[in-house]
């Protein structure tokens, strides 16, 4: 009690007042201005560097951008723009060339000129990436000179100097990020090649390479480690990159641009014979997955004209009209738009609020695609015809919705038989399995915590989604229990508030009986219930692969490098020692006791969170996995089988 008294006692005066200069505020709170200090937030970093050398191509001064990933995973971002200015800035008294690395807020991009359009809507990039790094060097050549600075964890070490002559212009920067602000500060090639052929599609004309020369990769394929890149067809190609995997329903991509003012906006879209829609969305390259006034413009305008374009070929009657989701059903759209003063929520950017270029967009889509159905009416009547289908099948499936509800009395609030609920209501606390077989499942209701945990029994192989419409869902006997139970809808009538569970996690045994229910089940949630996953609530478990006993002595691992550790340590100073091992060979054979201890207890459990990094990589997977044709399939699994460490045969 006297440490509270203490506490209240003490005087608040300026004291308190905390003010942090410089880039101090950057590493003290990094994820005010990276997002987080994960795999995210390192990788964003490469990102911010990258965009700088975009604004010049943006500008009309760059055109070839090199990223390599280096030994101890130091970042090399090299542009042949302009180069960043050196000489001495007015305010400061300082070299441009420092005060874009020290101070935040700084640069070329707040209407003195430098750039028309820019992505660096905030001006902070380049200082919080060097803020946030052990150490950074940068290189400008400009005006036949080498400039050179350097900096670590912020603070110059290096003043400007000149190091060299130079017939070319252009940006060097080098960088390790700082381990004491990151979690890992390992990169990842993969991650970062996805994000720069992204810029080469959005930027027509624009080389990107980007190379993988650390000494632990040199072993793997070219494909895997180095990749040069320029798509002169822009957005145009980057929609038939990502429809590669299916078939489309026209051969050409439609793509429609207009300008006004300042202002442009260019959007490609093309029809497939798939059921779910892909709109990816950019503004001054930046990638914004929460949509905003961009996308909406394009919605609704598509809307209108497929309506409008429906009562004039006498498809549709006065009165009768297709909705938003029938227009967009098998459709893959880019949209990308340019602008001087783009308003963004938060610096990462996920969302466009600039109210005017709804009204660009939807002008571009709705005159230029009006004038593109009456020129192509084959096509035009092929999306049509798409979006009728997609219409009655939405009909068909509130139809089944509704019977479903009156046939298990689902009004009266009653739960599938195969549920076994938990006692506690408020859905954060609340967590629920999806147990494979009435064995399993019944190991699972004994041994669980009642109070929280809810299990839900499935069995046998549950419908592929892939390649069903909405209306077969609901009257699926597999999938229709897991919709009711968990209550929050599927498909355009989702709402994430009425979820009755915040932990969603699928149980299956670790073999490929198991792998293919949990890919049917991540099918299903990201194709119907996709902010489940985007919001971090599904889960798989990870059931133990081995019992290692001596004696009464007993102990599990998950893998063989664990099996084999655990083993060493039960021998300890005795290596002639027997250790049992046995494999498990399903989630059924568990009893209830080894259930809780090995997969269900949250305080010795391992669960793996299903996150989304990607929306657009994650369905060219499930479309190459779970589709109809089979070629890609097994050039997939060819592919990838590499990567398989543990295989029953």
């Not at 394009?298 to 227009?327: H, P, Q």
């Amino acid at each position: 009690m006297s440490d509270i008294n203490e506490k209240i006692t003490q005087e608040y005066d300026a004291s308190q007042i905390q003010v942090l200069e410089g880039l101090e505020a950057v590493r003290k709170r990094p994820g005010m201005y990276i997002g987080s200090t994960s795999s995210s937030g390192l990788h964003h970093l490469v990102y911010e560097i990258v965009d700088n050398a975009i604004d010049e191509a943006l500008a009309g001064y760059c055109r070839h951008i090199t990223v390599s990933i280096e030994e101890g995973d130091i970042i090399c971002v090299s542009d042949d723009g302009r180069g960043i200015p050196v000489d001495i800035q007015e305010q400061t008294g300082l070299p441009a060339l420092e005060v874009v690395y020290t101070v935040l807020h700084a640069g070329g991009k707040f209407g003195g000129g430098g750039y028309k359009v820019s992505g660096g809507l905030h001006g902070v990039g380049a200082s919080v990436v060097n803020a946030l790094s052990e150490w950074l060097e940068v290189e400008v050549h400009r005006d036949g000179k080498i400039y050179q600075m350097k900096f670590s964890r912020g603070h110059k070490t290096q003043d400007m100097k000149i190091i060299g002559t130079t017939e070319r212009t252009g940006t060097t920067v080098r960088f390790r990020p700082d381990p004491e602000m990151f979690e890992d500060t390992v990169y990842d090639f993969e991650t970062l090649h996805v994000r720069m052929r992204e810029q080469a599609f959005l930027n027509a004309g624009l080389h990107i390479t980007i190379s993988d020369n650390r000494a632990a990769g040199a072993e793997k394929p070219e494909a895997e480690r180095f990749d040069s890149m320029c798509f002169e067809g822009g957005i145009r190609e980057f929609v038939t990159f990502i429809n590669r995997n299916k078939a489309p329903l026209h051969p050409d991509v439609i793509y429609v641009s207009g300008v006004r003012e300042d202002s442009e906006a260019e959007c490609a879209l093309q029809y497939t014979d798939s059921y779910s829609e892909i709109i990816v969305s950019f503004a001054n390259n930046i990638h914004t997955p929460e949509g905003g006034m961009h996308e909406t413009g394009f919605k609704t305008a598509l809307t209108r004209v497929l309506n409008a374009y429906g009562k004039r070929v006498g498809v549709l009657k006065e009165g009768d009209s297709l909705s938003g989701e029938d227009c967009r059903e098998g459709m893959t759209a880019i949209i990308s738009v340019k602008l001087t003063e783009p308003q963004f929520e938060g610096q990462t950017k996920s969302k466009l609020g600039n109210s005017e270029m709804r009204a660009l967009v939807d002008g571009i889509v709705q005159d230029k695609l009006t004038e593109f159905f009456e020129e192509n009416p084959a096509v035009g009547r092929a999306i049509l015809d798409k979006a009728l289908t997609a219409s009655r099948a939405r009909e068909a499936a509130r139809k089944a919705r509704e019977s479903v509800r009156r046939k298990t009395g689902l009004e009266s609030g009653q739960m599938p038989d195969k549920l076994q609920d938990c006692n506690e209501r408020d859905p954060s606390l609340c967590e629920i399995y999806i147990v494979e077989g009435d064995s399993a499942a019944g190991s699972a209701i004994q041994g669980r915590d009642s109070r929280f945990q809810a299990i839900l029994a499935m069995w046998g192989k549950m419908l592929n989604v892939e390649k069903a419409r909405a209306d077969k869902i609901y009257g699926n006997d597999k999938l229709y229990p897991l919709i009711v139970a968990l209550g929050a809808g599927i498909g355009d009538e989702f709402n994430l508030e009425k979820l009755r569970y915040h932990k969603i996690i699928i149980m299956a045994d670790a073999d490929v009986d198991g792998s293919h229910i949990r890919t049917l089940l991540l099918t299903f949630f990201f194709r119907y219930m996709r902010p489940l996953i985007e919001n971090g609530y599904v889960y798989s478990a990870v059931p133990p692969l081995y019992k290692l006993s001596r004696g009464k002595q007993q102990r599990v691992a998950y893998s063989d490098e664990e099996r084999d550790a655990v083993s060493a340590e039960m021998r300890g100073d005795n290596p002639n020692v027997k250790i049992d091992i046995s494999r498990f060979k399903g989630l059924g054979e568990m009893d209830p006791h080894e259930l809780w201890e090995t997969t269900m207890d949250p305080e010795k459990r391992s669960l793996r969170r299903i996150t989304l990094d990607d929306a657009v990589a994650a369905d060219s997977v499930f479309t190459i996995l779970m589709g109809e044709e089979v070629e890609p399939r097994r050039e997939w699994i060819e592919q990838n089988a590499k990567y398989v460490v543990n295989l029953d045969i």
